[in-house]
């Protein structure tokens, strides 16, 4: 599933939890369901935040962007 499917999903998950005439059992499997996209989503998350590229400023005027690796060191960096 996209990113954005997962975010649907979880919001569907969320209204139906708060739908009093879902079931305890279907409730509980709603909220396994929840827990695992919650993970996922928050994985996905961390992967793109490591990827987003590192701004500095060089002066006034002028910005540099560094894009960083999945470990959020920059790609050129012998470390």
Partial sequence: ??????????????????????????????YEEGNKLARSLSKTLEAI?????????LDENELETEELDDEGNEKDSPF
Avoid: A, H, Y
């Avoid at 990113?3 to 919001?11: I, V």
């Avoid at 935040?49 to 400023?57: A, G, I, L, N, P």
């Fill in 1 to 30: 599933m996209s990113f954005e499917s997962d975010l649907k999903r979880m919001e569907e998950i969320t209204e139906l939890l708060k739908n009093p005439e879902t079931g305890l059992e279907k409730s509980i499997e709603l």
């Fill in 49 to 57: 935040q490591r990827k987003v590229e590192k701004v500095t400023t």
